[in-house]
């Protein structure tokens, strides 16, 4: 719990000095999904797709964590846009 914790405040600090940092943006995500803060974390992820909706991952994270949280519609949507996204990129 202490290295999430960690990992969160580092990816915060770097927040603090570039908001717009994806990967730093998908780290807290990820990180925030660990910690079952589903909520912020979809926030984080939101966020970070609308600077890049083709971040790499995103959106299989994002249905990922609609998935813990029960929420099957938004899971399915968001597998959808990553599959679109994939066939794009073959």
């Not at 943006?25 to 079952?36: I, M, R």
Request: proline fraction near 3%.
């Amino acid at each position: 719990m202490d290295r999430f914790l960690s990992f969160l405040r580092k990816c915060e600090e770097i927040l603090e000095i570039n908001p717009n940092d994806e990967d730093a943006l998908f780290s807290k995500g990820t990180v925030l999904a660990k910690l079952e803060r589903y909520e912020e974390s979809i926030d984080c992820l939101g966020r970070l797709t609308e600077l890049d909706p083709r971040y790499p991952s995103v959106w299989r994270l994002k249905s990922t964590i609609y998935r813990m949280m029960n929420k099957r519609d938004m899971a399915d949507e968001c597998e959808r846009t990553a599959q679109k996204l994939e066939r794009e990129n073959e």
